[in-house]
Structure formats: C-alpha cells, structure tokens
C-alpha cells in the first residue's frame, strides 16, 4: 500500500532531445510533487505539458497542482475523499462486474480475471486496516449481501489469517461455547452494530466467514482486550452476537474460571427459554427461518438490502457516474445476481457462471435480515467526508501520552475495564477539563458506546488514578503543559472506522507542545484500532 502523499506515475513520455529529456526526467524523479489539501486520493488520466527545456518541470508541477486542485470528477479526473471510500467503490465495482470499464482501475486490473472470491481475498489481505470500513460502506451501499455470497470460507480462512499475522496476534479457532463469557466488556455502540447484525444474521454459525466477523468486531470496537486476550475477547463477541439473537440473556454474568462448567452462578443467567439441546443444535448448525421467527423478533424485518440490483439496472446514462458512498441510502428491493466471475476485461464471465451454478455457492441466508435505522452509522460517514470543527483538538495529543512505555503497561493491566483506548483518551482528557459538548467529545464518546442506555456514569472510575496523576505531572510541567490549554487547538477532525485526522492551521503549532513529543503523528495505534494523522496546514489551504 503506497503512503496517502505518495504521487505514482504510471507512464512517462518526454519528447525533445536526449539530453533534455534525461535532465528533464531526473529532475522529475527528484521533484516534491503537489498534493491535495484535503489529502484525497486523485486519479489523472493524462496530462499534456508543452514548454522549453528549462521550464518544463515547472509547468508539469504548475499543472499537477492544478489539476490536484480541481474538486469535481471528470472524464480525465476521478477523486476519492479517503482510501475507504476507494476500496469500498472498487470491491463495488468487482462485485458488479464494471471494474473494467473504468479507467482508474487498471492499477488494479490483475484482480479482473480469475474467481471473484480470490480477488475479494486479495485486495482486502493488502488493506487490512480498512476492511471494517469497506464491509460498513458495503451494507449502506445495499451490496453486503452479495459480498458475502461472493467470499467463499476458504478465502475467509485465509483473511482471518493474514489479519492475525498482521496485527500479531495468536489465531483462536472454533468452537465457542454457551457458557457465560469470561469477561464482561462494554457494549457495542447501537450507532455501529448495524453492518455487522446484518453479516452475522446471515452466516452460517461457526463457519469461517462467521469466525472472521468476529474477529473484524473485536479489532474494531475492543482492540486493546483483543491484543491482551484473544481468546476471551472473542468470547465476548460471540455472547454479544448471542444477545442480539437472544435478548433474555443477562449480560451481568460471567463465567469465571473456577466455575463447573455447565452451571452459571447466578440462576438469572438464561442462554434460552428452549431446551439445552435445541440451543446446543444453534451452535452447530446454520440458523432457520423457523428459529429467527422465535428468538428473534427484533431483527424479523425484510431488510432493504435483502436484494441487489444487477449490473444492467444500476448502469446510468454515461455508463462511468460514480457512486457516492457517503450519502448512498439502502437500496431498493430487487432482484440479486448470482456470484459471477470476472473476464479478463471486467465484466461477468456469463461461460463460467453457468458452469459455477453446479456447484455450492457460499451461503448467506435471507431469513435474518437487520433493518438498518436512520440514523446507523450516517453520522461516522458525514463525519468523514465533511469532518467536524472542534476547539479542542489537543485531545488527540493526548494519544501520544498514551503511547509512552508506561502507559501502555497500564493500559495492559486494566484491559478488561477498558477494553479500547478511546476510554482512556476520554479519561486522560477530563482531567484537562474535557468540554463534552464539543464535537471531538461527542465523537469519542460514541466510539466509547455511551448512549441513553449506557450513560456515562455507568463506566468505570479511571484505575490508578491518583497514580497517574501523579507521572503526569512528573512528565508534563502543569503550568505551562498540563493544563486545560493543551486541549485548545481549532481544527477539523475527518473520521472513518479506520482512520482519524487532524486538520489545523500553523499557527496552532505549539513549541513547548512539540519539544514534548506530542503533536507527532500518531500512525497505527493498535489499541485504538485507527490510523492517526496531525496535519497543520497554511492558512487558506
């Protein structure tokens, strides 16, 4: 994956003399090459640059910038706001066969022939970080469904497993169990569950696509319990997914290691008015319309992703309008294609899918459907194509306070009381007098799941409080660092569920601030589950 200010060109052509034309490509090798403002991902088509010898460096970066600048689409320019909503719309566009009719894929054009499945496997095994992203963008979109008809066990296994390598942790395998989970995390923001409540809805219990769900949620929403406890973090995803299915399950209890196993210490603890074998049957085999109708009233709904429309019927009358994923509503009823392979130009293979309809094509039931609310998830998308304004961005300094040594040994001692690193984000920045109405605060305050059900003061105290206080200060000079002025930095904050970045002007650039280390960027933070970016900008730009 190329860093996001990297500029490739895919073909060079410099028409003069010799000489001209080797001075002329060195010094465009060597060149600082314009980039967006707002750090989108642009596509050109070409570019045609006529000058003299001694200025045609100039004129190409005169150019470029201007062509960088521009913030429409068009036939020789194509933008994307993030690389999520870029992956999203190309695994769009090779769900629907139309890959290869757009010009800003052939980067990609090695993904258009062969199985679909294994294209899918590849793309999302090189972007790991965004694959949570992609599969929410997909469900908004109205093809998650196809999604997980398309991707076979075999190339869920193998993602599973490269996201395990990747973020090195130690690969847990089926069965789970029914008995209570071992630990009790928060729960996961209503605002995020949906693409998720509709993936494992429609999955077959304990198939490998299930298992890589289960994996996506836990690196997503309780990253920091993940790298502690793989094991018991996963648990409590699939007890999370339980209680959706089975809202009489009471959550407050826990399995605790020396309990017999089979037995709950709390009678209240109810896995299902069913009988344990009918239940135990749930855990092994692939659920039924019958069974949905039972347990599970609140997701009875026909979602409107139920069906996808095909290719033909999406088309508009240019044959190339691209999609804007950040306002796109669920897609009508329709009638859903069949998993098809791609011909080396892009489109559906219509000899191989006939020969593909003998065999078994990946499962993905229709009966559990989950009907997405209004407002799911739309607040994050908004958020990150337009961004929100904050007068507290110092908060996300804050981060890199959490990434000294010593925070992190704390971090991993109480990972089950906090089982993310947005609570103790939220937690360090209220000691600095947190403003909660500010929108930065109203943000993580969703990634922390705190709603009208789970209000804030039902968290847990801060741990080692005292404590902390105690090396903060000894770290940062409360007088002239640590104090609520940190957190006073006006600047404009875009969020996706992969990454988080700051936007502010130079003049926000604090000396003191950045001899301490803390306005560095960030990066991957696995136990916040994002990517974290600080990028100070002239005025105007």
């Known amino acids: 994956?190329?860093?996001?200010?990297?500029?490739?060109?895919?073909?060079?052509?410099?028409?003069?003399?010799?000489?001209?034309?080797?001075?002329i490509q060195r010094e465009l090798t060597l060149m600082d090459w314009p980039e967006p403002s707002d750090h989108a991902w642009v596509f050109v088509r070409s570019l045609h640059i006529q000058a003299p010898a001694h200025r045609a460096v100039a004129a190409v970066k005169s150019g470029v910038r201007q062509v960088v600048a521009q913030t429409g689409n068009s036939d020789n320019i194509k933008r994307f706001a993030t690389l999520d909503e870029l992956l999203a719309a190309l695994v769009s566009d090779l769900l629907m066969g139309t890959a290869g009719q757009h010009w800003y894929w052939q980067r990609w054009s090695h993904l258009f022939s062969g199985n679909l499945s294994s294209?899918?496997?590849?793309?999302?095994?090189?972007?790991?970080?965004?694959?949570?992203?992609?599969?929410?963008?997909?469900?908004?979109?109205?093809?998650?469904?196809?999604?997980?008809?398309?991707?076979?066990?075999?190339?869920?296994?193998?993602?599973?497993?490269?996201?395990?390598?990747?973020?090195g942790y130690r690969l847990q395998q089926f069965p789970y169990t029914d008995l209570p989970p071992p630990i009790d995390l928060t729960d996961i923001p209503s605002s995020r569950c949906q693409a998720w409540q509709y993936s494992l809805a429609g999955l077959p219990a304990q198939s490998a696509r299930q298992q890589w769900v289960f994996w996506l949620v836990?690196?997503?929403?309780?990253?920091?319990?993940?790298?502690?406890?793989?094991?018991?973090?996963?648990?409590?995803?699939?007890?999370?997914?339980?209680?959706?299915?089975?809202?009489?399950?009471?959550?407050?209890?826990?399995?605790?290691?020396?309990?017999?196993?089979?037995?709950?210490?709390?009678?209240?603890?109810?896995?299902?008015?069913?009988?344990?074998a009918q239940v135990e049957s749930f855990a092994k085999d692939s659920i039924t319309l019958s069974e949905a109708d039972k347990t599970a009233e609140k997701f009875k709904e026909a979602s409107p992703i139920q069906n996808i429309p095909s290719p033909r019927e999406q088309s508009t009358e240019s044959g190339d309008a691209p999609t804007n994923f950040s306002t796109l509503e669920p897609a009508d009823n329709t009638e859903t294609p069949?998993?098809?392979?791609?011909?080396?130009?892009?489109?559906?293979?219509?000899?191989?899918?006939?020969?593909?309809?003998?065999?078994?094509?990946?499962?993905?039931?229709?009966?559990?459907?989950?009907?997405?609310?209004?407002?799911?998830?739309?607040?994050?998308?908004?958020?990150?194509?337009e961004g929100i304004n904050t007068h507290q961005g110092g908060v996300l300094y804050l981060l890199n306070v959490l990434r000294r040594p010593e925070m992190q040994s704390i971090l991993s001692d109480f990972w089950s009381i906090y089982p993310s690193g947005w609570?103790?984000?939220?937690?360090?920045?209220e000691m600095l007098n947190l403003d909660l109405e500010d929108p930065l605060a109203q943000l993580i305050l969703a990634e922390m799941g705190v709603d009208k059900e789970h209000p804030l003061s039902s968290l847990p105290e801060l741990p080692e409080a005292e404590h902390l206080k105690v090396i903060l200060a000894q770290w940062y000079d409360p007088e002239s660092l640590w104090n609520p002025q940190l957190l006073d930095v006006s600047a404009r904050i875009q969020a996706s569920p992969s990454h988080i970045?700051?936007?502010?002007?130079?003049?926000q650039v604090r000396l003191d601030v950045r001899l301490a280390g803390l306005d560095v960027n960030p990066g991957w933070l696995p136990w916040l589950g994002?990517?974290?970016?600080f990028h100070f900008q002239e005025q105007g730009s």
Not at 137 to 148: C, E, P, Q, V
Not at 255 to 270: D, E, L, R
Not at 423 to 429: G, N
Not at 501 to 507: G, K, R, T
């Open 1 to 23: 994956m190329r860093p996001f200010d990297a500029t490739t060109i895919d073909r060079l052509r410099i028409r003069g003399h010799r000489q001209h034309c080797d001075q």
């Open 338 to 385: 069949p998993a098809q392979p791609l011909s080396p130009q892009g489109y559906p293979d219509t000899k191989a899918s006939s020969d593909q309809t003998e065999k078994a094509e990946p499962q993905f039931h229709q009966t559990w459907s989950v009907q997405p609310s209004s407002s799911a998830s739309k607040p994050l998308q908004n958020i990150e194509i």
């Open 530 to 533: 994002r990517v974290v970016q």
């Open 501 to 507: 970045d700051l936007f502010a002007p130079m003049n």
């Open 423 to 429: 609570f103790w984000l939220f937690r360090l920045a």
């Open 119 to 167: 294209a899918l496997r590849t793309l999302l095994a090189e972007y790991i970080d965004q694959t949570a992203a992609v599969i929410e963008r997909l469900h908004y979109s109205g093809l998650l469904k196809h999604f997980w008809q398309t991707l076979t066990d075999a190339d869920a296994e193998a993602l599973c497993i490269e996201l395990t390598y990747q973020g």
């Open 218 to 276: 836990a690196r997503q929403f309780w990253p920091l319990a993940l790298a502690q406890a793989p094991k018991e973090t996963l648990q409590a995803v699939y007890h999370w997914w339980r209680r959706q299915q089975f809202p009489e399950i009471d959550k407050t209890e826990t399995h605790h290691p020396n309990q017999v196993p089979g037995t709950t210490k709390n009678a209240s603890w109810q896995t299902s008015p069913k009988p344990a």
